[in-house]
């Protein structure tokens, strides 16, 4: 650990590595997470799930369920008083289904009961007729098979026009001359597996009537005020009816951005004027969320003899599911991102995804960025080898940073250190191999005792890559906090940001007491009830969007409370917007205004790995990182993230892949979806690059999501170099290495 | 649900007998998972942790005698990890420390599963599972106990009381293939002794873990012969092929730790 971590108490301003908030209490266990609520007479509420991923749904016969001892309400989509779909950007999917169900778990009916066990008795008695349809299960077909949504709920919003059915969004961009030929070419197709959040905490959230016709809903998301909006309407409520409460959040990644228990819990609620509780069991949390887009990637790098990326030209395609969530905007981020953080005059990319009868996709941390980046690096790699080039002398020359542009044509206004992170992650102490004969726990295969030291291979990687912060293409996104000075000289502060494990609490701590000079800040709880939005905990955005409000905020009381003879109590919210973005032209890819994105983060990370290449097991030795990270507000919790975020894409190249037959998940356990323990996961080494980014609050940038976008390809790329295999898709498998 | 805790065997065998619906449970690490999960509403549970008579291990007459409620955490530990390696080493892939803390040899045993990791170490050390009821008791060879896919002998009114096992202090070792470095189901393993003849034994790699056995002389075609005593299949965790294949190598390197 380096000297970063060790905190320094004084006032906890921004810069200082001050100890979260809800630490001590999680490791001790008295956290209360949003599946330990309770409430005087509660019910249990349960979901009734389609055990087909294609069907037709004729009647749906509930009458066995409703007389059941305990039981309190059994719902359809019959029994839905407002909107019967919402959607987190388009209101595609129904809240319960009716006519049709889309993918394996959608939700068909709802069960209330004194006890879960009699919810779940309920639940089996309910008879739903389906009729089993072929389901669309093949990506590449998806454009050639029956419409899923024949209303095509994303058209019409500025995207291209494509006729083709099933598509939820396609883009092309185009830049320069798409013909242009190089010296070398080099190619290679590219397929990501579907990766889940696994946040350990799963679906939960209580919903409590208040007695006037409205609801509270405390639950675990990473945006209270969209899901009050997407709520509302489908109850026939106005916002304000509807307040939204964040309950203990066991991890998100993305995936508590689409609604999960909500408007369920709320209809429940009303129906039975008792407050109700659901908590789905792991199985259910596999499909009860969105995951992260599987995707194929065809990439062609052409380069000059020197090394010089002459025209880059990219096809990716991924596979949204069932409903569209935030998959437009996963489509765009790959197509922007897909030549990753290098320069060059001409590409053609074109970037499309399709709904399909597979689990649907949408948001994952590096969200579009990721698959790219494991086919952008492979390439680099690639053209490295074909031209004799080393690949980090191959990185650096192609590197982007300021005043450079993307391949849509937006120039880089803020900081954007490429060169920098590369040398100073090149420039890392790789450790030595540990001799032999060693502890099995130390070699690959670990606890299982496999080798000890047969066919043992050590092979060091090295990958970039980057991702934009906040969201893009023209969206009006802005973060509220409101700011009480109290008679006693202590304030409070209130901000709907969702605290989803990223620290955004000590932040806006930390931000006001910078602001303030007091050290007596409390945060109010995170609500719908008493400040505006604070947008989505999500886009590596919260830290910058958060510390400008708060600053805004802190210094408006101020000024306020200058104003009024510095002794009466302030109370005032102010809103903080970043730099304005514009769309894409729907024809061309091309920026239409100054920037798509508002800025980037960039990291370079080098890994070492020892492969038994017979038995094809892995075990990663090192990772040093260097990282792009604007200003630190807390350098500690900034090297948590890189080391969770590192875990992320490390199980992502070794490991976690949700594996589907026919549209129906196969593995949806812990037992089978595996994601790293400490035997898999080495320390990180990290180093923060700070190089104050000008647009945003104290120069912040957000760090979240550039670890798991650079490692999965980083450690992939040492799994190339001790195996000399091509690897050409995550998560590698043992066959992949021993080359079955 | 009923849950009954006999305070001696004698109790326990009686009430087994009484109630041959109560599912008997030690760690719980896999009658938990089940209740759970709602796949299992049993009408009563035989709660066997008070029952004295099966816990711990013993030396008899060149054997081990292992009580079903032995522990992995147990196993792993000196004396008895030196007179039974491959078990040990096959304990220490269990699951996490609570897993270990808890599960038993005896619910391995029960649960029968064609990964079940105490199974293979003690395969190869001609292992005889005891058996009681109010009827009295007999021996079972390890190989003819489990007779399928999470199925084994036991009657209704029969409980497990624990294992003899010979073979200690010979050459033996135990591996498993995971696509992780620790907690992982195994997608194959492997337990071979050197001990006059050579002894393998694979789980995860047909319906039950099986033994494969040769002379001395046949060192260089085992690992050939145990890949093909073999029938695995594809399923999420791995492909029959890759069982096939880990298995070669597998014993190529366990007969290389035990005849050096
Ligand atoms: C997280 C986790 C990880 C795991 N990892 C592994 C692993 O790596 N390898 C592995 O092999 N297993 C693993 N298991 C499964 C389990 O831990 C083992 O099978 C263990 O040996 C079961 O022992 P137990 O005492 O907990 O059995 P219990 O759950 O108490 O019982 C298991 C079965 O045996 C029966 N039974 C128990 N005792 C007797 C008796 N005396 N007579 C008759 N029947 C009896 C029970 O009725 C039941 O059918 C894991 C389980 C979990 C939850």
């Known amino acids: 650990m380096s000297e970063a971590t060790v905190p320094k108490l004084e006032l906890g301003r921004v810069g200082e590595s001050l100890p979260r908030v809800d630490g001590i209490p999680k490791v001790t266990g008295e956290f209360a997470y949003s599946s330990d609520l309770q409430a005087a007479g509660m019910l249990w509420g349960h979901t009734v799930r389609s055990p087909h991923a294609h069907a037709r749904v004729g009647t749906i016969d509930i009458s066995a369920a409703v007389g059941m001892p305990g039981v309190h309400a059994v719902l359809t989509h019959e029994d839905i008083p407002g909107e019967k ?8 999917q129904p809240v319960l289904a009716y006519e049709r169900v889309r993918y394996f778990g959608e939700p068909v009916a709802l069960v209330a009961a004194e006890h879960p066990e009699q919810a779940r008795r309920a639940a089996e008695r309910i008879r739903v007729e389906y009729e089993p349809l072929e389901p669309l299960v093949d990506p590449e077909r998806a454009t050639e098979a029956e419409p899923l949504h024949p209303d095509r709920p994303t058209m019409g919003h500025g995207y291209r026009d494509d006729p083709r059915p099933n598509i939820v969004r396609s883009l092309v961009i185009r830049q320069g001359d798409p013909a242009a030929e190089g010296d070398v070419a080099v190619s290679g197709v590219y397929e990501i597996g579907i990766q889940d959040q696994a946040f350990l905490g799963p679906e939960s959230g209580l919903a409590v009537p208040d007695g006037e016709g409205g609801v509270d809903v405390y639950v675990a998301t990473q945006w209270l005020h969209v899901d009050r909006d997407q709520v509302a309407p489908c109850l026939n409520l106005k916002p304000e009816q509807v307040r939204i409460h964040l309950a203990g959040v066991g991890g ?46 065809w990439a062609e790098h052409r380069a000059s003899r020197d090394g010089r990326l002459v025209n880059v030209r990219v096809r990716i395609l991924l596979d949204g599911g069932a409903y569209a969530s935030s998959s437009t905007a996963v489509t765009s981020n790959a197509a922007s991102f897909a030549v990753g953080p290098y320069a060059v005059d001409n590409a053609l990319i074109e970037s499309t995804c399709v709904y399909t009868n597979n689990p649907p996709c949408g948001a994952m941390r590096g969200f579009g960025a990721v698959q790219v980046c494991f086919a952008h690096e492979a390439q680099m790699d690639k053209l490295a080898e074909a031209l004799d080039i080393d690949p980090i002398e191959l990185r650096l020359l192609n590197a982007l940073g300021p005043g450079g542009s993307l391949p849509t044509g937006q120039t880089i206004t ?91 609490a000590n932040v806006i701590l930390q931000v006001a007491r910078t602001e303030l000079g007091v050290r007596d800040v409390a945060l109010a709880p995170h609500t719908t009830a008493t400040v505006d939005s604070a947008g989505s905990a999500s886009a590596s955005r919260m830290t910058w969007m958060v510390s400008g409000a708060v600053r805004d905020a802190c210094r408006a009381a101020l000024e306020e409370w200058d104003k009024k003879g ?148 980083a450690v992939v790329a040492a799994l190339r170099a001790a195996t000399g295999r091509e690897l050409s898709r995550v998560p590698v498998r043992p066959d992949d290495i021993v080359g079955l | 649900m009923d849950v009954l805790t006999p305070r001696s065997l004698e109790q326990a065998l009686r009430l087994k007998a009484e109630r041959p619906d109560a599912v008997p449970i030690q760690g719980g690490t896999d009658v938990m998972v089940e209740l759970n999960f709602d ?214 390197r366990a007969l290389d730790r035990c005849l050096v």
């Open chain 1, 566 to 713: 510095r002794s009466l109590e302030v109370d005032v919210e102010r809103i903080y917007r970043h730099p304005r973005t514009t769309p894409l032209d729907p024809e061309t890819g091309q920026v239409t205004g100054e920037r798509a994105h508002v800025a980037y983060a960039c990291a370079a990370m080098r890994v070492v790995a020892e492969v038994d290449v017979e038995l094809g097991l892995t075990r990663v030795v090192w990772i040093g990182t260097a990282q792009d990270v604007g200003h630190a507000v807390n350098p500690q919790a900034v090297q948590g993230q890189i080391e969770g975020g590192t875990a992320q894409g490390l199980g992502l190249a070794l490991m976690e892949e949700i594996q589907t037959r026919d549209g129906l998940i196969t593995n949806a356990s812990f037992t089978d979806y595996l994601i790293p323990t400490t035997l898999d996961m080495p320390p990180v080494v990290s180093e923060l690059i700070e190089e104050a980014e000008p647009d945003a609050p104290y120069g912040v940038k957000g760090v979240g999501e550039p670890p798991t976008v650079v490692s999965t390809p």
């Open chain 1, 85 to 92: 779909r919402y959607g987190l950007e388009f209101q595609d």
């Open chain 1, 414 to 504: 803020g900081t954007l250190p490429v060169a920098d992170v590369i040398r100073r992650a090149a420039a890392l102490d790789v450790p030595e191999a540990e001799e032999l004969p060693r502890d099995p726990m130390r070699l690959p295969g670990g606890s299982g005792n496999t080798t000890r030291g047969e066919g043992v291979r050590r092979g060091v990687g090295f990958a970039v890559g980057f991702k934009n912060i906040g969201y893009s293409e023209g969206f009006d996104d802005y973060t509220a906090a409101r700011v009480q000075l109290h008679a006693d000289g202590s304030a409070t502060v209130h901000c709907a940001a969702a605290e989803v494990g990223q620290g955004v």
């Open chain 2, 39 to 252: 796949r299992a509403r049993p009408a009563a549970l035989l709660n066997l942790n008070e029952v004295a008579e099966l816990r711990g291990w013993s030396r008899q007459n060149g054997r081990v005698w292992l009580g079903s409620g032995l522990t992995y955490a147990e196993a792993m530990e000196r004396p008895l990890a030196e007179a039974l390696p491959a078990l040990a080493e096959a304990a220490r892939t269990v699951g996490g420390p609570q897993i270990r803390n808890r599960g038993t040899i005896g619910g391995n045993l029960g649960t029968a599963s064609p990964a079940g990791d105490a199974l293979p170490p003690l395969l190869v050390c001609g292992a005889e599972v005891k058996i009681a009821s109010v009827r009295g008791e007999r021996i079972v060879p390890l190989p003819d106990f489990v007779v399928g896919p999470k199925r084994n002998v036991l009657a209704e009114d029969e409980l497990i009381l624990g294992v003899s096992v010979g073979g200690t202090e010979s050459r033996q070792t135990f591996m498993k293939v995971g696509p992780r470095n620790a907690m992982v189901i195994a997608v194959v393993s492997l337990a071979v002794r050197v001990d006059g003849d050579l002894r393998a034994a694979f789980g995860s790699a047909g319906p039950v873990p099986t033994l494969v056995r040769a002379g001395l002389g046949d060192v260089d075609s085992f690992p050939q012969r145990v890949a093909e005593a073999a029938s695995p299949i594809d399923d999420v965790r791995g492909t029959a092929s890759y069982r096939r294949h880990a298995l070669r190598i597998l014993t190529r």
């Open chain 1, 252 to 297: 998100a990644f993305g995936g508590r951005e689409d609604l999960s228990m909500q408007i369920h819990g709320a209809l429940l609620a009303l129906h039975t004027n008792r407050p109700v509780k659901i908590v789905y069991n792991r199985e259910e949390s596999f499909v009860g969320h969105i995951h992260r887009h599987p995707a194929k990637i």
